[in-house]
């Protein structure tokens, strides 16, 4: 799959580094050096997907990253040299779709843009399989849409992808080992945590009241399961 990706990483080195091992991807790859450069090149290219460092001067990453979540569902892929766990769900609650902390494998980052272009592509849907409803939830899996009362709904990818697992099985509950497999696979530096996040976000898309939640239910002690709302 070639795509276009912006990288923002303010260690030229480093930035080098991810540039070359992307451009072997076949990617075509625009490299900036600060937070507002990156929200200039994501705002004019429109990118297939954003590599993102935390520490950037002037505007730092997450900054950026909360910035781009209220214009764009371009995915997110993290970069930092921070490994509390804390951080990490911070990016993941300011709408990044995955985090690699450094230092790492330019490989691995390689492939973790593989799996994230790949997840964020619609795939090709039979017909009757298309668009998902529950309650007042929809899920256009071929034009990857999600819609709240009819009302499009803008969430990351892997925001969608949970939701539109979830609304493919209504009322089944589903442990957050097994959400998170089809978010990230297997996967060390992802805990399920991050099941926890990306539900809290989507209640505040798709519920009526998020703080009394009718629709995206807790099954506690196992999991989550999507309802259509009528209790």
Known sequence: MCAQVVLAEDDEKQAELVRRYLERENHSVVVVHDGRSALEEVRRLRPDLLVLDVMLPGVDGLDVCRILRRESDIPVLMLTARTEEDDMLLGLDLGADDYMTKPFSPRELAARVRTLLRRSTPKAAAAPDRLLRVGGVS??????????????????PGEFRLIATMA?????????????EHLHGIDQYITTRTIDTHVLNLRKKIEPDPRKPTRLLTVYGVGYKLSDGQG
């Open 139 to 156: 899920v256009d899996i071929e034009r990857h849409e999600l819609f709240s009362d009819g009302t499009r709904i803008s969430c990351t």
């Open 168 to 180: 493919a099985r209504p009322h089944r509950v589903f442990t957050r080992a097994q959400l998170l």
